[in-house]
């Protein structure tokens, strides 16, 4: 990168980076710091003075037992998201890469959910799932199931849950896709030839050959789960009932909207910071990997 | 592939096709809701087939919009959607260019600084600073503007990072030939990178056009007026009430018409989408 600077305009370009440069600046750092600040303050309950108080909002975040339910529902939304929508990817574009008829056909489809806003994926499924008038809610009555997302907070985060898998299928596929599509086939045939058997070949020299798309995939959902789900829990539970569906972030969206604790607030965003500063630290991993591989 | 199988391709062909049912089965519904009248879709008997009154459910949910809660036109919704995605998707490819432009082909001092400035805002989505960040566009008086909605979206460090990389790859030759031929970095840019950019540059514009309109958490804090709705905001509010009041044919509709251009976009451009997909993220 270094030999590559080839013209000498500096004014020009600090001009061509400024726009870049000022927008993150102003929207993206500043508020990150601001936040990072408020976690260290205290304000009295007028919002007349303010105290620095060091971990103590931390300390008292840790203590509010609404925070570790929130912890513990975004975990087991985040492990039920990931693992079906990367094992439904998985599989999907397992038979995809098969020499069949008409997989452009099937890909157009596949791809839809992609583009469908979480949101809208979300007011689709409510209108199945409607305890009285969804179809899969009343198939679900007559069963004898007493189907009901608005009291019942299993029924909400499995109703939350197959939304987010739905939207994530797309994604998941296409790069399963792409990855099982640069394995050299000679690989393979070479162990047709030894005699394995398509689930053999599968475990023993596909499924292994595919796990850096498969680690990769795994933090970019954990990602999606964290943070684009947002939309998804809104539209259908609300977080709730009961805090059933409240994941970390829509519990900072939620408490601040309140606007009670302000520094409460800013310590649970510096907390989703720092989660999000792993998170990416491991995707880059993955890249660097890739490179060396 | 690789042997012959006996049953031929019959399971994956199953397979695929139970995922497309799967896949397709909730928009196939909302199509299908959006044609029945209300009376219909309430009992929870509606028919799996297209009704008849889907021309003037459309023509009213575009036009007024539902009676009962927001009363906004959602034709206007759609077009507060357009010129939001659109903004930020050409926003965040122009300002990603000339700055990758200014790195790659620049020697300047903190050029570096720079670049980890921008790369580090990967680490900033907005979902963890949504409170000081609305106060900033509040303390601009950015609200209810579309300048609000779009510029604090359009820093875009996996944009950049992306025309970095391509950058890259452009050989020196091309630059010093350029040069001999008198032209200037502003020449350059405009003769010579721009149009071997135009892949790249559409490819982008394809993923970051169906990341706009799909924004869920900023419209929502940014614009209270309800003429500036997006749609994506606008559906919720209009199933937002109590179950007996939803206009679900209305709801149905809307959802129609807010999966329709994003959906349109992946299917009719699915070669640059699929590129701009794995490029953008690798």
């Known amino acids: 990168m270094e030999n590559r600077a080839i013209f000498s305009g500096k004014l020009l370009a600090f001009l061509l980076a400024a726009p870049q440069l000022a927008v993150s600046l102003i929207f993206f750092y500043w508020p990150a710091a601001q936040a990072l600040w408020q976690s260290f303050l205290v304000q009295d309950a007028f919002g007349l003075s303010t105290e620095f108080v060091w971990f103590e909002n931390y300390a008292a975040l840790l203590k509010t037992p609404e925070y570790y339910q929130a912890i513990g529902v975004t975990f087991v939304f985040s492990i039920l998201v990931v693992a079906f929508s990367l094992a439904i990817g998985l599989l999907l574009a397992v038979m995809a890469n098969r020499n069949i008829a008409g997989v452009q056909i099937y890909r157009t489809f596949l791809i839809i959910p992609y583009a469908v806003a979480p949101a809208v994926a979300s007011v689709l499924f409510i209108f199945m799932f409607q305890p009285g008038l969804g179809m899969i809610a009343r198939t ?14 299993t029924h909400a985060m499995i109703l939350v849950v197959i939304v987010a898998v739905w939207n994530q299928i797309s994604y998941n596929f296409l790069f399963f896709l792409a990855g099982l599509q640069s394995i050299p086939k000679t690989v393979i045939e070479a162990a047709a030839i030894d005699g394995a058997r ?96 | ?27 196939y519904l909302a199509v299908i809701a959006s044609t029945h009248d209300n009376a219909a ?17 459309y023509w009213h949910t575009i036009a007024s919009g539902t009676g009962k809660t927001t009363r906004q036109p959602v034709g206007g919704m759609m077009l507060a959607s357009l010129i939001m995605a659109t ?17 790659v082909f620049f020697a300047f001092p903190f050029r570096m600084a720079a670049f980890w400035t921008i790369f580090i805002t990967l680490m900033l989505p907005v979902e963890v600073r949504i409170y000081p960040t609305y106060k900033i566009t509040s303390d601009l008086s950015m609200l209810d503007s579309y300048s609000g909605l779009i510029l604090p979206l359009i820093a875009s460090a996996t944009a950049t990072l992306l025309f970095r990389q391509f950058f890259m790859t452009v050989p020196k030759e091309l630059v010093e030939a350029s040069k001999m031929d008198g032209a200037g970095p502003i020449r350059f840019f405009f003769d010579t990178l721009l149009p071997l950019s135009v892949t790249n540059i559409a490819a982008l514009f394809v993923i970051l056009f169906i990341y706009g309109w799909n924004q869920y958490l900023w419209p929502l804090l940014i614009t209270t007026r309800d003429d500036m709705q997006t749609i994506v905001i606008g559906i919720k509010k209009i199933i937002d009430v109590h179950d007996a009041l939803t206009e679900w ?14 959906v349109a976009v992946v299917v009719l451009m699915q070669r640059l989408f699929v590129k701009g997909l794995i490029e953008t993220e690798k």
């Open chain 1, 140 to 153: 679900l009555q007559r069963g004898g199931i007493d189907w009901n997302p608005v009291l019942n907070g």
């Open chain 1, 198 to 293: 398509p689930m053999r070949r599968f475990w023993t020299i596909i499924f292994p050959l595919l796990s850096p798309t498969t680690f990769f995939l795994i933090i970019v959902n954990i990602t999606y789960v964290f943070f684009n789900t947002l939309g998804i829990i809104d539209t259908a539970t609300g977080g709730g009932p009961n805090g059933a569906t409240q994941t970390l972030v829509y519990k900072v969206f939620q408490d601040g909207r309140v606007g009670a604790d302000l520094g409460g607030s800013a310590a649970q965003s510096v907390i989703l910071m720092i989660i999000v500063v792993v998170l990416t630290a491991f995707q880059f991993r993955y890249v660097e990997k890739k490179v060396h591989y």
């Open chain 2, 1 to 27: 592939m690789v042997e012959h199988r006996r049953f031929g391709n019959l399971l994956p062909h199953l397979i695929l096709l139970a995922g497309i049912i799967v896949v397709a089965f909730p928009v």
């Open chain 2, 41 to 57: 879709i309430a009992n929870g008997q509606m028919p799996l087939y297209p009704g008849t009154h889907g021309l003037e459910t």
């Open chain 2, 87 to 103: 903004g930020i998707a050409v926003g965040k490819i122009a300002i990603s260019i000339i700055s990758a432009y200014a790195i």
């Open chain 2, 249 to 262: 044919s209305v709801a149905m509709a809307t959802a129609v018409l807010a999966m329709l251009p994003p």
